[in-house]
Nanobody, 113 residues
């Protein structure tokens, strides 16, 4: 099983980034997919979730209205569009298949002027 996150970087407050996660080694289309993040000194927190077919989504209150999760089951990818970024969004972002123990290496997002 592999989960490979990409798309992170340094962005100014108010800016945008799009994260991507490429999954392999399991039946991607059968799993809900999550994006988590972990800031220094804090616990990993769930940011967004998307159902296996992509028909329903969940967002943490802190990102609702600013982030959008999507998936492409034909390409085994899940994405996170992040708009109106704030310094408190700074963290390492990880994707995860709900119920599976697998994690990727994460991608660093830094929001700073």
């Amino acid at each position: 099983v592999q989960l490979v996150e990409s798309g992170g970087g340094l962005v100014q407050p108010g800016g945008s980034l799009k994260l991507s996660c490429a999954a392999s080694g399991f039946r991607f289309s059968s799993y809900e997919m999550n994006w988590y993040r972990q800031a220094p000194g804090k616990q990993r927190e769930l940011v967004a979730r998307i159902s296996s077919a992509g028909s329903s989504t969940y967002y943490a209150d802190s990102v609702k209205g600013r982030f959008t999760i999507s998936r492409d089951n034909a390409k085994n990818t899940v994405s996170l569009q992040m708009n109106s970024l704030k310094p408190e969004d700074t963290a390492v972002y990880y994707c995860n298949a709900r119920g599976r123990p697998d994690w990727g290496q994460g991608t660093q997002v830094t929001v700073s002027s």
